[in-house]
């Protein structure tokens, strides 16, 4: 029988499948929007995969299907199986390596793949730490890389690592990637492969059902029944100068990667006539990064989209910049496109924590304070905006950052409880985000962790502190070389190594009273 079927697995957190880690804070229960919305990137290799006859790929969605269903599934169908593919985040890695695991014992012929985020910030750490990964790649634009591999592997032909871009692999007893190459944005979605093994649409459908489709409906007055995202471009502005904010752990191939206006039109409409009625913009900052796409989107609407009364349109939602949606020209844009509400990440109160944040956008000879304290002010500035074009808001911040002291946590307290009065007030923020900052693998945050000398040196140029010596080379010690990384643990060593004058139930407590008062104020939280 031929080795055909190739399973793309979304692995499920972590935290929800094995015992003993800690959940102290971020609880699963309190988010439900994991779940409400298939995984494009993993629909985007299964679709990708389908242009070959001679493969059956299937996908598979850990966070909405039982683990034990989806290795029973790889058990029945082991003999059948070529590959199990695993796109792995930190909060989900070792539920995939669990996968590989047992992807292996069923029949040591099935290769293993693994990718996303956490896997290309530390690759060798999992190859070197994992036997069960046969392949690896690194960066987010591998889908024809991929594709091309598991062809390869299909057609039982030699593997040439050089041949597959982004690639990695074990050679002479060593962990090694090909480099990676810039592809265009994927946007040949078949949306009908979600259900070819385990019925999966209407699981999502119904977890959308719960608060989003209620919610929405409070707010705007609008009846959607099904999400999904929709990836017209990729990257961020503050890519363009290599410069992310610190907590993101995103490796972009290019800066800004997107499709024409006539394409996006394109992916929107497929999404549409597949009956998703909420449209998740993927990109990570639409009104600074992608004005020239959706400028040439308005000016060429096409025609089953003007034939729409507004109100039938599906409703779009994406990401943005304070800075981007305070310019009212750009928030009509946005509007004038659809989209109804956007994601902003506020992230902190005082300017100091949002410059140790690296939040402004700005040259190498910015003033990064005087910068960070225009982009509070933007804050408030875009609440009116909003306000003013019917646009809602949903509002993410984040608590603790590199050099945090007790007088900046209690200014960022103030300043976040008020931007939250003034969101609440309005009817703006459809819903507040809040978390203790977790060093994410790739992330700025996450070097602070592991280097002291980089902690230290950022520090310094803000005037801030972090711990002694000591501890800081303790703490590294405990971090360097590990493949797993449990978010939790990671957030109370960020806080010991980085913010000697708080303990992390400080953090906790403050994230606590952001919640409490975006309650009251008749805020979700979450979504």
Same mark, same amino acid.
Request: net charge neutral; aromatic share 6%; charged share 20%.
């Given at each position: 029988m031929p080795r055909d079927l190739v399973l793309v697995v979304v692995p499920p957190n972590s935290n929800t499948v094995i015992t003993g880690r800690l959940l102290t804070v971020t609880r699963p229960e309190e988010h439900s929007d994991w779940s409400d919305f298939l995984c494009l990137g993993a629909l985007s290799l299964v679709s990708s995969l389908a242009a070959n006859p001679d493969l059956e790929p299937v996908y598979v969605d850990g966070t909405i299907t039982p683990l034990d269903d989806v290795l029973d599934y790889i058990t029945a169908h082991a003999d059948r199986i070529l590959a199990v593919c695993l796109g792995m985040l930190t909060a989900s890695y070792e539920a995939g390596v669990l996968i590989a695991r047992h992807a292996k014992a069923a029949d040591a012929r099935i290769v293993t793949v693994a990718g996303n985020d956490h896997f290309s910030s530390l690759a060798e750490a999992c190859m070197n730490a994992s036997s069960s990964l046969d392949y690896g790649f690194v960066g987010n634009e591998v889908v024809g890389s991929f594709t091309d591999l598991i062809g390869a592997l299909r057609a039982g032909v030699p593997i040439d690592p050089?041949?597959? *871009?982004?690639?990695?692999?074990?050679?002479?007893?060593?962990?090694?990637?090909?480099?990676?190459?810039?592809?265009?944005?994927?946007?040949?979605?078949?949306?009908?492969?979600?259900?070819?093994?385990?019925?999966?649409?209407?699981?999502?459908?119904?977890?959308? =059902?719960?608060?989003?489709?209620?919610?929405?409906?409070?707010?705007?007055?609008?009846?959607?029944?099904?999400?999904?995202?929709?990836?017209?471009?990729? =990257? +961020?502005?503050?890519?363009?100068?290599?410069?992310? +904010?610190?907590? +993101?752990?995103?490796? *972009? =191939?290019?800066?800004?990667?997107?499709l024409g206006p006539a394409q996006a039109w394109t992916a929107i409409e497929a999404a549409w006539n597949a009956g998703y009625d909420y449209h998740y913009l993927t990109a990570d900052e639409l009104p600074l990064t992608f004005?020239?796409?959706?400028? =040439?989107?308005?000016?060429?609407?096409?025609?089953?989209?003007?034939?729409?009364?507004?109100?039938?349109?599906?409703?779009?939602?994406?990401?943005?910049?304070?800075?981007?949606?305070?310019?009212?020209?750009?928030?009509?844009?946005?509007?004038?496109?659809?989209?109804?509400?956007?994601?902003?990440?506020?992230? %902190?109160?005082?300017?100091?924590?949002?410059?140790?944040?690296?939040?402004?956008?700005?040259?190498?000879?910015?003033?990064?304070?005087?910068e960070a304290e225009k982009l509070y002010e933007l804050n408030s500035t875009a609440i009116t905006v909003a306000r003013d074009h019917g646009m809602l808001i949903r509002a993410g911040f984040v608590v603790g950052h590199l050099g945090m002291t007790r007088g900046l946590l209690a200014e960022n307290l103030e300043r976040i409880l008020a931007l939250i009065t003034e969101g609440g007030k309005h009817g703006v923020f459809s819903a507040v985000d809040v978390e203790v900052l977790s060093p994410q693998p790739g992330a700025r945050d996450y070097t602070y962790l592991t280097t002291p000398d980089a902690a230290r040196q950022a520090a310094a140029?803000?005037?801030?502190?972090?711990?002694?010596? %000591?501890?800081?080379?303790?703490?590294?010690?405990?971090?360097?070389?590990?493949?797993?990384?449990?978010?939790?643990?990671?957030?109370?060593?960020?806080?010991?190594?980085?913010? *000697?004058?708080?303990?992390?139930?400080?953090?906790?407590?403050?994230?606590?009273?952001?919640?409490?008062?975006?309650?009251? +104020?008749?805020?979700?939280?979450?979504?």
């Open positions: 050089a041949a597959f *871009p982004g690639l990695v692999y074990r050679a002479d007893g060593r962990v090694h990637t090909t480099a990676p190459r810039a592809e265009p944005v994927f946007s040949g979605y078949d949306y009908t492969l979600v259900d070819r093994a385990f019925l999966q649409t209407p699981l999502y459908t119904r977890q959308f =059902g719960h608060r989003i489709a209620p919610r929405i409906h409070e707010l705007l007055g609008r009846t959607v029944t099904a999400g999904v995202p929709v990836d017209i471009g990729r =990257g +961020c502005v503050k890519f363009a100068a290599d410069d992310a +904010c610190s907590f +993101c752990s995103i490796h *972009p =191939g290019l800066w800004r990667n997107q004005a020239q796409l959706l400028t =040439g989107m308005a000016a060429d609407a096409p025609a089953w989209w003007s034939a729409l009364a507004e109100d039938e349109r599906p409703l779009l939602v994406g990401y943005g910049r304070a800075d981007g949606i305070a310019d009212p020209r750009k928030t009509a844009l946005l509007t004038s496109l659809g989209v109804r509400q956007i994601m902003i990440g506020m992230d %902190a109160g005082a300017p100091l924590s949002l410059a140790a944040m690296n939040k402004p956008v700005g040259g190498q000879r910015r003033d990064v304070l005087a140029k803000l005037g801030l502190t972090v711990a002694d010596d %000591a501890t800081l080379a303790a703490v590294s010690a405990r971090w360097a070389h590990r493949d797993v990384v449990m978010p939790e643990d990671a957030m109370r060593d960020y806080t010991l190594a980085v913010m *000697p004058e708080i303990g992390f139930d400080d953090l906790a407590q403050a994230r606590a009273t952001i919640r409490s008062h975006a309650k009251s +104020c008749g805020v979700v939280i979450g979504e």
